[in-house]
């Protein structure tokens, strides 16, 4: 435990430069949802209105959700790019925990969106965005959407494994932008044809984004909905379980073996 500790720390500071050196990729990240919120709060806003509330005060946790669902195609991009060049390999032949690598890549992910949190939210606060709840309650929702984008993350470092190629990572990362339309991030789910209204509860990212809202205090739970949203909390906490249940292991064996 001690050697992945100190070898995941140190692929930590190797993420972290290179996000440093990086600093596009940075200001994209952080200024995507920011111009996400504007444009539906505002363009969409009156369209989109949640009957009783401030749609605005609606959509800015379905867009933290969002954005960290995006750390599916961030992991991937970021893992398949490692592999293409040959770092990845280069690693392998080094004497460091074969669980280090991703870790460390992973746990940069989430100081980023940490930081990158920061300025959206501020914006929200500055278009009528109030956190409802109490402190704790909203330490909490914090607490969980990085949980989220940790488990996300881990899919997409997988996944990235599997590509090997940065090209094919960043198309099919482009794909994912698909699951927050397909879920309750940016409108209630209450309107939606059977069917889909199925699909949209049984999204992961429906359930925690009501989950930031139930304990933001931004919107109630809504009534007759799926298990996770109609139990948001505890259906986020199983969702990020099956997430880092399932491709953690995957990752970390895909990383030490490679293509054998």
């Known amino acids: 435990m001690s050697m992945l500790a100190y070898d995941g720390t140190a692929m930590l500071g190797r993420q972290l430069l290179r996000l440093r050196n990086n600093p596009g990729l940075l200001i994209l990240t952080q200024t995507m949802p920011i111009s996400m ?30 954005t960290a669902s995006g750390g599916i195609m961030a992991g991937m991009f970021q893992a398949a790019q490692d592999t293409h060049r040959g770092v990845t390999d280069r690693f392998r032949t080094l004497p460091v925990s074969r669980a280090a690598v991703p870790l460390g890549q992973a746990a940069a992910d989430l100081v980023a969106t940490a930081l990158g949190t920061v300025p959206f939210v501020l914006v929200g606060l500055a278009v009528g965005w109030r956190v409802e709840g109490s402190a704790l309650a909203a330490v909490g929702a914090f607490a969980l959407l ?26 099919l990362g482009g794909a994912t932008f698909l699951l927050p339309l397909l879920s ?7 309107g939606l044809p059977g069917w889909l209204r199925t699909v949209a509860e049984w999204n992961p990212i429906s359930a925690v984004a009501t989950a930031l809202r139930d304990l933001f205090g931004n919107a109630p739970v809504p009534a007759g ?6 139990h948001p909390v505890a259906g986020s906490l199983v969702w990020c379980a099956v997430l880092l249940g399932v491709f953690v292991p995957l990752a970390v064996r895909q990383y030490a073996h490679g293509e054998r």
């Open 225 to 230: 909905a799926a298990w996770p949203v109609a």
């Open 37 to 66: 919120l504007l444009f539906f709060g505002y363009v969409f806003g009156s369209a989109l209105a949640v009957p009783g509330e401030a749609y605005r005060s609606f959509l800015v946790p379905g867009l933290l959700v969002a």
């Open 146 to 171: 990085l949980l989220f984008r940790f488990a996300c993350t881990w899919a997409g470092i997988h996944l990235g494994l599997l590509t090997r190629n940065e090209e094919a990572a960043g198309q």
């Open 184 to 190: 309750s991030a940016y409108i209630p789910t209450s």
